[in-house]
């Protein structure tokens, strides 16, 4: 299937959120994540949402600066 990730198509065989960015190499406790329209804080379980085709999935990743 066929999502688009940070704006870019990417193919993917993930079947959730969560499996997807773990493929990725993100951290979902330290990220928000922003899928389909709906906006979820660091740390929500997203092991139970499902990917769909060419639904847009971004990330931001918080980072501590000083």
Known sequence: M???YQ???V???AKTVA???SAQG???A???VEYDGEVY???ADLSALALKAEAPLDV???TAGG
Do not use: N, S, W
Request: glycine share 8%; no cysteine.
């Open 30 to 32: 330290k990220a928000i």
């Open 19 to 21: 499996e997807f960015l």
């Open 26 to 28: 993100v951290d979902p």
């Open 60 to 62: 931001f990743k918080l």
């Open 11 to 13: 193919d993917t065989t």
């Open 2 to 4: 066929k999502i688009k």
């Open 41 to 43: 804080a660091p740390g």
């Open 7 to 9: 704006g870019e198509p």
